[in-house]
């Protein structure tokens, strides 16, 4: 009987292995999705439909023919996670360079897990495939663009706030006007592990100071935003939104919590908690102008509007 094989080890001798667009596929990905990626989340974006023997094969093959790293987060920081993680190894790398046209000097691309936030940079990656995979499903919201923390610490790791990711979600309006609508959205994952006085210390109040400033624009090209902040239980949502009101956070951040977030809920249904405000949103209805909506509390507040775009 053949020795059995240690799953985190590399073969010598791998069998020849063919680059396909799949293989293209998979490097682009990992290193787009913050650098990091579960196998659950490769098969989830690059394997659908697809058995859990071949996917985990052809992984295993990567693996060793050195284009990824593999890793054993079954446990992490105490915490049982139960995953396989995988990041970019040289060759994989090389390909993902090429394939997205940067030049292998100022590719850059992680290495290695930062295991103090696994937990949370997966679960980035888990609510940009919930918006993916809901904008496949209804064909008027589609993403114009997004920034992946990984690539915002690297590009300007002196942001304000520290955000989690950056994307533009496009949605049409009115069957006959032919309109779209840009909504500019930044995401906070809040896994609760810092108290509420540091939540607002460290993202609110530079949030609100940096938000449409000369620095804002010439990161992003735009002067408008919000900021969406997924937490982790429906008591810290209500703490966080009535210390967001406190401090003159409304019509600015709008919270939600991990378990309401799906590819089925995520852009349609009302989930949205809007700070300074008694109304609950969905993606899809999301005032471009929560002053001129009428949605606040406070009447007198003004924040940022969103950008309107005619097709």
């Known amino acids: 009987m053949p020795k059995r094989r240690r799953p985190f080890t590399r073969q010598k001798q791998p069998r020849r292995l063919v680059i396909t667009e799949n293989t293209e596929q998979v490097m682009t990905a990992v290193h787009a999705f913050e650098g990091i990626m579960s196998h659950a989340q490769i098969v989830r974006l690059c394997f659908p439909g697809c058995t859990s023997t071949w996917p985990f094969e052809r992984m295993q093959h990567y693996f060793d023919h ?102 533009i979600l496009q949605r049409e309006v009115g069957a006959q006007t032919r309109q779209v609508e840009q909504l500019a959205l930044h995401l906070e994952i809040d896994t609760g592990n810092h108290s509420l006085n540091r939540f607002i210390k460290r993202k609110v109040k530079p949030i609100l100071r940096y938000f449409g400033s000369e620095k804002y624009f010439n990161q992003f090209g735009i002067r408008d935003g919000v900021c969406l902040i997924v937490t982790n239980s429906e008591k810290r949502l209500f703490n966080l939104k009535q210390a967001i009101e406190e401090n003159r956070g409304e019509g600015l951040f709008y919270l939600t919590t991990s378990t309401a977030v799906s590819a ?40 940022y509007r969103q950008a309107l775009l005619p097709i």
């Not at 700070?275 to 009447?299: R, T």
Request: proline letters at 6%.
């Open 66 to 167: 050195r284009l990824i790293k593999k890793f054993d987060a079954y446990n992490v920081n105490g915490q049982p996670l139960g995953k396989i993680v995988y990041t970019l190894d040289k060759a994989g790398a090389g390909i993902a360079a090429r394939k997205k046209g940067i030049d292998w000097a100022e590719f850059k691309w992680r290495r290695n897990p930062r295991w103090l936030t696994l937990v949370h940079d997966l679960t980035i990656n888990d609510f940009r495939m919930d918006i993916r995979e809901a904008c496949q499903a209804n064909p008027q919201f589609s993403v114009k663009r997004w920034i992946s923390e990984c690539e915002l610490s690297q590009t300007n790791p002196r942001i304000p706030g520290r955000l989690d990711s950056f994307f």
């Open 264 to 303: 089925q809920t995520v852009l349609k249904k009302p989930i949205w908690f809007l700070a300074g405000s008694d109304y609950v949103f969905s993606l899809e209805n999301m005032p471009l102008s929560p002053v001129e909506a009428g949605v606040l509390n406070d009447v007198a507040s003004t924040r």
